[in-house]
């Protein structure tokens, strides 16, 4: 069965200090992605980054950064001089491709990130 | 914005009442999923929906059920209300040219009493 662990439950830090959020996932498949969703207080997920498991590069995105490693089941997610508006909650999950549906995305529980001013 | 939209975004029902939610998908989106989110919690797939057959489920009983209809917009029905069925039910869809990505509506709230 497919599994993701987001091992942080909430995160403080300062406006312009870097963050990292884990994600550790657990699946037999071969063939399957990864997702980052943000979940602000309206409640609304909003998507920010989609990883097959045959690219494992590394993403830059602005302020955000990915880093994806097979070796470890990892797929962690970096905010670079974070900011006020970074403040939500952080998801990560899995779809895998012989579910019977044509993405049924597992979640992690996510991480709540404050960023103070 | 995503460009899926749900309604109502709040409601509160009492135990054993039956509810529905509907879903409008992204223009062009012809998938649709529906996710129960508990507080504190991360979402927990319930079923999916293409070209109006259930595609797929998730650990829920036969009292969710479901339909998508000709313009791939969406109900999501629950008989039989339990106090822990008070959630956020969020409605995702996706397009035939990138199904495995998911986007979002805002969600509707729901409170069983």
């Known amino acids: 069965a497919q599994k993701v662990t987001q091992a942080q439950t909430e995160i403080s830090v300062v406006e312009k200090e870097d963050v990292t959020l884990d994600c550790v996932y657990e699946?037999?498949?071969?063939?399957?992605?990864l997702f980052w969703y943000k979940q602000p207080p309206s409640g609304e997920l909003v998507f920010l980054i989609r990883?097959?498991?045959?690219?494992?590069q590394n993403e830059i995105s602005g302020r955000y950064s990915w880093n994806f490693q097979k070796s470890t089941s990892s797929f962690n997610f970096t905010i670079t001089a974070s900011q006020v508006v970074d403040s939500a909650v952080y998801f990560c999950?899995?779809?895998?491709?012989?579910?019977?549906?044509?993405?049924?995305?597992?979640f992690g529980k996510g991480i709540t990130l404050s960023v103070r001013p | 914005e995503t460009g899926v939209t749900q309604s109502p975004t709040h409601l509160i029902k009492t135990r054993g009442q039956q509810v529905t939610l509907r879903c409008s998908s992204q223009?062009?989106?012809?998938?649709v999923s529906w996710y129960q989110q508990a507080l504190g919690q991360g979402p927990q797939f319930i079923f999916q929906?293409?070209?109006?057959?259930?595609?797929g489920r998730g650990n829920f009983p036969p009292r969710f059920s479901g339909l998508q209809f000709p313009n791939y917009s969406s109900e999501l029905n629950v008989n039989a209300l339990e106090l822990d069925d008070s959630a956020l039910y969020l409605c995702?869809?996706?397009?035939?040219?990138?199904?495995?990505?998911?986007?979002f509506g805002p969600g509707t709230r729901l409170l069983v009493l």
């Open positions: 223009s062009g989106h012809n998938t």
């Open positions: 999950a899995l779809s895998e491709t012989n579910t019977g549906a044509n993405s049924k995305l597992t």
């Open positions: 990883r097959n498991s045959f690219d494992e």
């Open positions: 699946t037999r498949d071969t063939t399957y992605y």
């Open positions: 929906y293409y070209r109006e057959e259930e595609n």
């Open positions: 995702a869809s996706s397009s035939l040219a990138d199904q495995e990505t998911q986007y």
